[in-house]
């Protein structure tokens, strides 16, 4: 069975090709290929993502992708058996590319097509390189629009436990990091930037949020901004001060919720969960708990149409795979679609 994912939500056009191969694990997929096309040149002069550019860059790519897929896995798309393309949550005009995309390419070849949540993408990227990993597992889901502590008790079973209550992680990341000067991308530059600086040199501490599991940055992204204007030349200090306070956070919600919960499994995803100190605390605090740790590859952790493959699959099998009919195509980009 063959899957072509389709992923145009924020700032990355990317498609891809996964198969699944019945006699494997029941959820195993195979990347034939993952293309992403990142605009992130296009928005650098603006220092963010302009909606309006997001669009056209999409508009652009989406063709000589899918030409690339078809050169590169050499599918043509009557073997397709499932279009899987993110319907929302994400920027109107960019999600609107995708699903017209999708949907044209469903309707002329007649495929069965499914409408995938970004979000319900990004958690199920932890399976694509962990397939057998053991439910209920808490998603930590931390990207530039979403800081989401889920707990999955299985595909299509998610219960949201916590969320930010102002920026997302990824958010907060890219405003300090332009705060600091740093140039795109934000977030993963900061990281860099905090290596050679001391974590100690400024106290910030972000909100407590007990009782609840939820998340809040601007407090911190805030002082951290007035820090970078009394002293500008402490960008190291600043930066590795400010991952310090927001790991923190995270890590005390994820722990106090492996407590509360109690699941098998924690899983990290969306953009951030490629940072390297996020990983290595959450990974110590699973270690602690005796509970299995899994994040994805940084490549799958960024925006990526594996991810929505996969969503779209395991969705369309719980739904018995139906065959093409022309209402599946009935539905509309959705700007925002909270997952749980
Ligand atoms: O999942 P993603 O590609 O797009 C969204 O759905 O938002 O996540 C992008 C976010 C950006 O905010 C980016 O700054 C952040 O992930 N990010 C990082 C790192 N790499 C990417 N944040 C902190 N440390 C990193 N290494
Ligand atoms: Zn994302």
């Known amino acids: 069975m063959l899957i072509l994912g389709l992923e145009t939500s924020c700032d990355e056009t990317s498609v891809s090709l996964l198969e699944f191969q019945s006699g494997k694990s029941p959820n195993a997929l195979k990347i034939h290929a993952n293309l992403i096309a990142s605009q992130i040149e296009a928005h650098q002069?603006?220092?963010?993502?302009?909606?309006?550019?997001?669009?056209?860059?999409?508009?652009?790519?989406?063709?000589?992708?899918?030409?690339?897929?078809?050169e590169e896995t050499g599918v043509s798309y009557s073997d397709l058996d499932l279009v899987a393309v993110t319907?929302?949550?994400?920027?109107?005009?960019?999600?609107?590319?995708?699903?017209?995309?999708?949907?044209?390419?469903?309707?002329?070849?007649?495929?069965?097509?499914?409408?995938?949540?970004?979000?319900?993408?990004?958690?199920?990227?932890?399976?694509?390189?962990?397939?057998?990993?053991?439910?209920?597992?808490?998603?930590?889901?931390?990207?530039g629009g979403h800081t989401d502590l889920i707990l999955m008790r299985d595909f299509g079973q998610y219960e949201r436990l916590g969320h930010t209550r102002d920026d997302a992680m990824g958010?907060?990341?890219?405003?300090?990091?332009?705060?600091?000067?740093?140039?795109?991308?934000?977030?993963?530059?900061?990281?860099?930037?905090?290596?050679?600086?001391?974590?100690?040199?400024?106290?910030?501490?972000?909100?407590?949020?007990?009782?609840?599991?939820?998340?809040?940055?601007?407090?911190?992204?805030?002082?951290?901004?007035?820090?970078?204007?009394?002293?500008?030349?402490?960008?190291?200090?600043?930066?590795?001060?400010?991952?310090?306070?927001?790991?923190?956070?995270?890590?005390?919600?994820?722990?106090?919720?492996?407590?509360?919960?109690?699941?098998?499994?924690?899983?990290?995803?969306?953009?951030?969960?490629?940072?390297?100190?996020?990983?290595?605390?959450?990974?110590?605090?699973?270690?602690?708990?005796s509970v299995d740790f899994v994040v994805p590859e940084p490549i799958l952790c960024t925006d990526n149409a594996a991810m929505i493959g996969a969503a779209g699959f395991y969705r369309a099998r719980q739904n018995g795979f139906p065959a093409f009919s022309v209402d599946m195509l009935d539905f509309e980009a959705q700007s925002v679609w909270p997952v749980a």
Request: glycine share 8%; charged share 20%; aromatic share 6%.
């Open 87 to 143: 319907r929302g949550p994400g920027l109107s005009g960019a999600l609107l590319v995708g699903v017209a995309a999708g949907k044209a390419l469903a309707y002329s070849h007649r495929i069965p097509c499914v409408g995938v949540n970004h979000v319900e993408g990004h958690l199920c990227s932890t399976f694509l390189q962990n397939p057998d990993l053991e439910l209920p597992m808490l998603v930590l889901v931390v990207s």
């Open 45 to 70: 002069l603006f220092g963010g993502v302009v909606p309006e550019i997001a669009s056209r860059k999409h508009l652009e790519a989406v063709n000589p992708l899918f030409k690339m897929l078809r």
């Open 171 to 289: 958010e907060a990341y890219d405003k300090v990091a332009r705060a600091l000067g740093l140039p795109l991308p934000g977030g993963a530059n900061l990281e860099k930037m905090a290596v050679g600086g001391d974590a100690r040199a400024f106290n910030f501490t972000a909100s407590n949020m007990e009782p609840s599991f939820d998340f809040s940055y601007s407090g911190l992204k805030t002082a951290a901004s007035q820090a970078m204007k009394k002293s500008p030349t402490r960008v190291p200090d600043i930066a590795a001060s400010f991952q310090k306070a927001a790991i923190t956070q995270i890590k005390k919600q994820v722990a106090r919720s492996i407590v509360e919960f109690a699941p098998k499994t924690l899983g990290i995803c969306g953009g951030v969960a490629s940072n390297q100190t996020l990983r290595e605390n959450l990974r110590a605090v699973c270690e602690r708990e």
